[in-house]
């Protein structure tokens, strides 16, 4: 049984481009989930773990197209998923990247 979850519970700059009133928690599972895997914060972590569970983060977030190292690393360890097995890890393979020193 899911654990009731509302957007009100989430970090409040999370959805800033969005009227966290049209959203619904199922219906825009993706924009939802890729947003607090992108900017969230451990709560936010945790509520979507409960409310979706990993295999539903898992099924969305392998096609997400675009996602920064660190948060392809932590989605690839909670879900024991290869990190080549990502959308986003071909992009990330591609990117000319300035040099950082």
């Known amino acids: 049984m899911k654990k009731q979850v509302t957007l009100d519970q989430f970090k409040a700059n999370l959805f800033w481009d ?15 989930v890729d947003r607090t895997l992108e900017r969230g914060s451990w709560d936010d972590w945790l509520l979507i773990r409960e409310y979706y569970g990993l295999e539903k983060i898992k099924e969305i977030a392998l096609n997400i197209r675009g996602m920064y190292p660190e948060v392809l690393s932590f989605i690839a360890l909670m879900t024991h998923t290869p990190e080549n097995q990502f959308r986003c890890y071909e992009l990330l393979q591609s990117e000319n990247r300035p040099w950082y020193f």
Do not use: G
Request: hydrophobic share 35%; no cysteine.
């Open 18 to 32: 969005a009227d966290p009133k049209e959203l619904d928690i199922d219906k825009h599972s993706a924009y939802i």
